[in-house]
């Protein structure tokens, strides 16, 4: 990692452009990425000035470049008073940041399992956006994948939604927009907002007009997958839990991070599981705070093939065999 000690002078917040657009994390973060965002931060900025003034610092000793993520620049801020989490995006206003801190915010109030505390929010200067939060020191492995499991049932089993299936605001999964109306009913949320929306997106943007309507064909047939569940109760989702999003804390405690919050159904929850790396040891302590569901198995594929869309409507058609495969799976098509 690239340590940059910061002078602590005040020039304008200076707007370059957007560093990058990959999405999963790599490795192969750029450096000039990283330099540029830490230059952009000499000075004066409402980063500086909300870690100055409300987040009770007098003095930033240094900003280094944290790094893992890929759609936005993160950085660390050590200062007299402790140390913030900070991430920019050049690119985008703070309606994404918003809903990160919305997402972030509800799962710290279930007091289940550990997420950093989002601090704020704000436009950049020209254009753009940041968030702070509660900065954590991550230990070295991803800790224990039972008490992963257990904890992330407890957050489902803690968190109750008056509203029904959907957020108090659209966020992102990735960078693709994530809808989340408000929907009584969870597979009409299924249908609509999550598989219809990513086949419409793939028609749209690569006039895929077969997946589009084999996809269809599968979204009809959803009703029945569910016909052994008698209740489907909304629960707090991360919505984007792959390993790039679960960490520990250095006691080793499961930390979750950078999520797609919604209510949904539990389940959804592993549609990210092929990229998770969940074990045995997780399932058995999830399963044991929330019993498996009829048809639990019969539905995986289902809540996998969302994420697997989103991935072809981000990345391309690398992606678009593995949801064909999901696709007719379902729905006996040759
Ligand atoms: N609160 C925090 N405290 C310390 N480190 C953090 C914190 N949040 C995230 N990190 C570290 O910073 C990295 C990047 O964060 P994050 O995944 O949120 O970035 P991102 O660019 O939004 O990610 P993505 O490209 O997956 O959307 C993480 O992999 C993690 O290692």
Same mark, same amino acid.
């Given at each position: ?125 020209? %254009? ?13 492995? %991803? ?43 969870? /597979? ?28 269809? %064909?599968? /979204? ?11 209740d489907i109760r909304p629960c707090l989702l991360h919505g984007d839990l792959w390993s790039g999003n679960i960490a520990a804390d250095e006691r080793g405690a499961p930390v979750i991070l950078d999520p797609a919050c ?5 389940e959804a929850e592993f549609g990210m599981s092929w990229c998770a790396g969940f074990g045995a040891g997780f399932y058995n302590a999830y399963f044991e705070v929330i019993p498996k569901q009829p048809g639990f198995e ?37």
């Amino acid at each position: 990692m690239v340590i940059v000690a910061v002078a602590l002078g005040c020039p304008a917040w200076t707007p370059g452009r957007h560093e990058l657009k990959a999405w999963p994390k790599s490795k192969s973060g750029s450096c000039e990425r990283r330099r540029r965002a830490v230059r952009t931060m000499m000075g004066s900025d409402p980063i500086r000035d909300w870690i100055c003034g409300q987040g009770g610092a007098s003095k930033i000793t240094r900003i280094s470049p944290v790094g893992g993520g890929c759609i936005n620049t993160a950085l660390r801020y050590e200062t007299d008073s402790g140390t913030f989490f900070v991430k920019t995006n050049r690119d985008v206003g703070p309606a994404m940041f918003e809903a990160e801190a919305a997402g972030l915010e509800a799962m710290f109030a279930t007091s289940t399992i550990r997420v950093p505390r989002p601090l704020k929010v704000g436009p950049l200067p020209g %254009r753009g956006s940041y968030i702070i939060m509660e900065f954590i020191n991550m230990g070295a492995s %991803r800790g224990g994948q039972a008490e992963l499991g257990r904890q992330l049932a407890e957050m489902h089993k803690a968190s109750s939604s008056e509203r029904g299936f959907g957020f108090d605001m659209d966020n992102t999964i990735g960078s693709t927009p994530q809808p989340n109306p408000w929907t009584s009913d969870w /597979v009409a949320f299924f249908q609509e907002q999550r598989l219809r929306y990513q086949l419409q997106l793939a028609e749209k943007q690569y006039r895929d007009y077969d997946i589009a309507e084999k996809g269809q %064909r599968l /979204v009809d047939k959803i009703p029945s997958l569910f016909r052994d569940v008698s209740d489907i109760r909304p629960c707090l989702l991360h919505g984007d839990l792959w390993s790039g999003n679960i960490a520990a804390d250095e006691r080793g405690a499961p930390v979750i991070l950078d999520p797609a919050c919604y209510y949904g159904h539990n389940e959804a929850e592993f549609g990210m599981s092929w990229c998770a790396g969940f074990g045995a040891g997780f399932y058995n302590a999830y399963f044991e705070v929330i019993p498996k569901q009829p048809g639990f198995e019969q539905r995986r594929d289902l809540y996998r093939l969302y994420h697997y869309l989103n991935h072809y409507n981000l990345f391309g058609s690398s992606y678009r065999s593995s949801c064909m495969a999901i696709i007719k799976q379902y729905t006996n098509l040759a």
